[in-house]
């Protein structure tokens, strides 16, 4: 029993120092262009996409020849952007008298990628896989000309780590061995609103344009 104990781990050790050796890791960065898709047409009639960035590590740690294991841990923003037009509004909304202003909303989280990349051709490849974030925080400022003082503010909520889950798609070139360039879609799964007993569906919607470069 002993020797096969010996075995399994002198396996595992051997293995280890394999993937290490051809592993790659490095820093990834890139935009965020993202939107929230709702079936509330309060919010979905207004919406329009928000440019912004994600940042962070990644590891590729090999399978097979072709298939490869990368998780990754970035700061991402993501969002959208309201405009509201207010010249059909039959109501006075003292002391805001513009005729229509935009509400940017950024959702900052701690995502965390657990992707597998096929190989599809010596440089090109696919991606797809599962991603938990954790909201950092969320701030949201009205924009527009002539808005008072007092609706310009800028509002900060913590994100108290709340838990978005989704799926993430894309396909990727490589440069070289060290610098690769994707493109991916998230697909947010988790419902943002919290109504149970009003049928309201939000989901994150964003399409990231990376490079990644290996610095070990």
């Known amino acids: 029993m002993k020797k096969h104990y010996f075995f399994v781990l002198s396996f595992l050790i051997f293995n280890s120092s394999i993937w290490a050796q051809e592993s790659r890791f490095g820093v990834k960065a890139g935009l965020n262009v993202s939107n929230i898709d709702t079936n509330d047409s309060f919010y979905g009639d207004n ?24 998780p990754e841990i ?15 509004r039959s109501f006075d909304l003292e002391p805001l008298t513009v005729d229509s202003f935009k509400q940017v909303t950024k959702n900052n989280f701690l995502a965390v990628p657990l992707t597998f990349k096929w190989y599809v051709a010596e440089r ?27 609706f310009s503010e800028v509002y900060r909520s ?4 709340k838990l978005d889950y989704g799926a993430v798609l894309g396909a990727g070139y490589v440069i070289n061995d060290d610098l690769h360039i994707g493109l991916q879609y998230y697909r947010g799964l988790k419902n ?25």
Do not use: C, M, W
């Not at 913590?158 to 780590?161: A, I, P, Q, V």
């Not at 007993?197 to 290996?214: C, E, G, N, P, T």
């Open 158 to 161: 913590s994100g108290d780590f």
């Open 192 to 216: 943002l609103f919290n109504d149970s007993f009003i049928d309201r569906k939000a989901y994150h919607s964003v399409f990231q344009l990376s490079a990644s470069y290996s610095v070990f």
């Open 124 to 150: 090109l490849y696919i991606n797809a896989g599962p991603q938990v974030s954790f909201l950092l925080n969320t701030v949201s400022k009205a924009k527009g000309d002539d808005l008072p003082e007092s």
């Open 74 to 88: 970035l700061y991402s923003s993501i969002g959208a952007v309201y405009e509201y037009d207010l010249n059909f």
């Open 47 to 70: 919406s329009q996409y928000r440019s912004s960035f994600h940042a962070g590590l990644f590891a590729e740690i090999p399978l097979s020849s072709k298939f490869y294991f990368q």
